[in-house]
């Protein structure tokens, strides 16, 4: 009864919400539902196999490839896709998800979700997970989020107590190593870290880890902690093949043929193969099914402001922008960066100091957002020549303006982000 109570109720409220016009309502439908049932997430997917997806960078995109690439096959697969990925969010998407046919939403199939760091051991427990996707850890949100090591540290006592959980794990993160290295069952990937100063403290006897050439890396305290042997590596073309290949210990080679940019992408595809893979679909068909995908929650799309056509990306950390400053290397395109610093975003911008906006030197340059103030003393200090218009679509216009061809790249923090790709064109 509870249980019915509480599924109409996270639907009742959401309906109200989308006629309201205040979004998708999924947050105020799950915590209205899980306020009548905390137990509703555990109800929703006792009949679903369920797969979670979690890191601090990637994990929208990682959720929706693999839920593109399980859906390909055919099986019905539930996914929170709007990126609510705490609790409520669980289970506003498959409540919706679960039709209005007798089990009421307890219905088979899959269940692919994208889950915050913190909240994996709560969200592991609840929903009997059997694939778990550990892609990185590195600092974000500096105000709100805990410290990367302790969220390692509680992923690794939940996968401890959860054996029958398979991880996917990145190799090449230490921290992720630690995380994942009290699992019964772990897929390790060679998916890279360009990022590596949050883990250059060994979490297993407090030595220094090193990052020699080579992609390997090792405590040098002599603990023994270092990369494990992988299942798969992503093979870029700085190291061989015109088009990137997932290449498998087995003996295969798959190519990595996306729509969506970067070489992070790349990384994100493979992790979402292998986690295909061991939920029934091959590798191979996978990665074709993942090539479909063109954006993600806005990511990567590209939109008109009057004439200006502008590529929207989204950095919220050291990790995040040294992965988009590579990709936007290769653009000639004038660089509009909008930061903010409200709740989503974190309050502290300080983590701007870390990012190596250096490399934008000779770029055409823009700072926008609540905090171009702050951008633009950080883009003196790195030598960048810039200018600051407060106005983010003000911003996009004028620096079309100093280009040759209308188009734009455009990076913004989260909330500088979606203020960009809902504005009005
Ligand atoms: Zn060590």
Sequence with gaps: MRYRLALLTTRGVNAVSRRLGRGQGTVAGGRAGLA?????????????????????????????????????????????????NMPPGHVAALAAAGGTGRRRG???????????????????AATNATTVVLLNL?????????????????????????????VVANADDPLVVWGAGAAMRVYWVGAGMRWQLDAVGCPSC????????????????????????????????????????GVWADGRSLPIDLT??????????????VAA??????????????????????????????????????????????????LVATSSAPLVVSINARIADGADPSWLWDVPFERLSGRVVMATGDRCRDLSVRLQYAGVAHTMEQDPPGAVTAAAAQGHDGRVDVIGNYTAFNDLLQARP
């Design 277 to 326: 893979e061991r939920l029934g679909v091959e590798a191979g068909a996978a990665l074709r099914a993942m090539s479909t995908v063109e954006h993600v929650a806005g990511r990567f799309t590209t939109k008109s402001f009057g004439e200006v056509r502008a590529r929207l990306m989204l950095a919220k950390n050291p990790a995040g922008w040294s992965e988009l400053l590579e």
């Design 206 to 245: 407090d030595g220094r880890i090193t990052f020699p050439a080579g992609g390997t890396w090792a405590c040098t305290a002599g603990c023994g902690f270092a990369r494990p042997v992988v299942t798969a590596r992503l093979a870029t073309s700085g190291d061989g093949p015109a088009l990137p290949l």
């Design 106 to 124: 307890r219905s088979a199939g899959l269940a692919v979700l994208e889950v915050d760091e913190i909240y994996l051991p709560r969200v592991m």
């Design 260 to 273: 969506l940019p970067g070489r992070f992408n790349q990384a994100n595809a493979l992790m979402a193969a």
């Design 138 to 166: 590195s600092r974000d949100q500096l105000d709100r989020t805990n410290e990367v090591r302790m969220v390692a540290a509680r992923w690794r006592a939940a996968l401890a107590a959860a054996p029958h959980t398979a």
């Design 36 to 84: 009548v049932d905390p137990q509703l997430l555990q109800h929703l997917t006792a009949r679903r196999q369920v797969a979670l997806v979690t890191g601090t960078n990637g994990k929208t995109t990682t959720t929706r490839l693999l839920a593109v690439a399980l859906g390909a096959s055919g099986a019905s697969v539930v996914s929170n896709e709007t990126g609510s």
